[in-house]
């Protein structure tokens, strides 16, 4: 019995070393003969990328906003509305605007099932999260669908959001800790005075979560009622601080 597990030790320290460095190489391979394309203008992409350097520069990219619910300021600092009714969360990072190209690219991802842009945009995420002069979250949890719309769309969007930021910034994630107990309407075919109605009790956490920083990921933020009420249900079940990170923000009505 040593022995065997000697040799285990030794073929995982082996795995260890060696697997990354093929899947470096196969990656490498795979960008020499299919260098990757565009996918909004179809040159080659950049850094590994389906996206070129001119079309990236090109991405409605948030610069100031509030720093409670991401909504857009002149200047960095928290918005009336947080000061006056602030959230359950403590902070959000929207990266983009919901506008034209990236709306383009959240409904293929979203709606038409093209996966690899969640690879693309989680990437981007991931770029400007990597760059935060704040404490990294001990867990990320992406936004849960109801079991009835996963089987219908057959992926959870923030999660497959979330795959690449957890990769990149090296965080455990886990979609099994919070679930969408109740079935809800879709929010974005909602008034905004009906949304927090309609996702009222809708999340549930797993006991056993006792982290204290919890990182929420999601694809668009409108009028942060989603996040919120999830965000509510963490702080009950002992999370401490909950930051928002959202691929793009957008305003009531776009």
């Known amino acids: 019995m040593p022995k065997f597990t000697k040799y285990n030790r030794l073929v995982s320290s082996v795995n260890s070393y060696a697997v990354p460095k093929v899947n470096r190489w196969l990656k490498s391979a795979q960008e020499w003969l299919i260098p990757p394309l565009c996918i909004l203008c179809g040159n080659h992409g950049d850094q590994g990328r389906d996206l070129c350097s001119g079309c990236a520069g090109d991405l409605p990219v948030v610069v100031e906003a509030c720093i409670q619910c991401g909504a857009s300021l002149s200047m960095a600092g928290i918005c009336g509305k947080c000061q006056r009714h602030p959230p359950a969360y403590d902070v959000t990072r929207a990266v983009f605007h919901y506008r034209p190209p990236l709306d383009k690219m959240i409904k293929r991802l979203k709606f038409n099932g093209d996966l690899y842009l969640a690879r693309l945009l989680g990437g981007l995420m991931a770029d400007s999260l990597s760059g935060l002069d704040a404490d990294m979250p001990d867990i990320i949890v992406p936004v849960p669908l109801h079991s009835r719309r996963l089987r219908e769309r057959g992926f959870n ?24 107990t109740r079935a809800t309407d879709p929010q974005s075919e909602l008034p905004a005075k009906l949304r927090s109605r309609n996702i009222k009790g809708a999340f549930s956490v797993v006991p056993g979560l006792t982290v204290r920083h919890v990182a929420i990921v999601d694809d668009v933020m409108t009028t942060g009622h989603t996040v919120n009420e999830l965000a509510t249900v963490l702080r009950r079940s002992g999370a401490k601080y909950i930051s928002v990170w959202v691929c793009a923000r957008a305003v009531f009505g776009n």
């Not at 979330?162 to 099994?176: K, S, V, Y």
């Open 157 to 180: 969007q923030a999660l497959e959001l979330a795959r690449p930021i957890a990769e990149r910034l090296r965080l455990p994630l886990d979609w099994r800790y919070v679930l969408r």
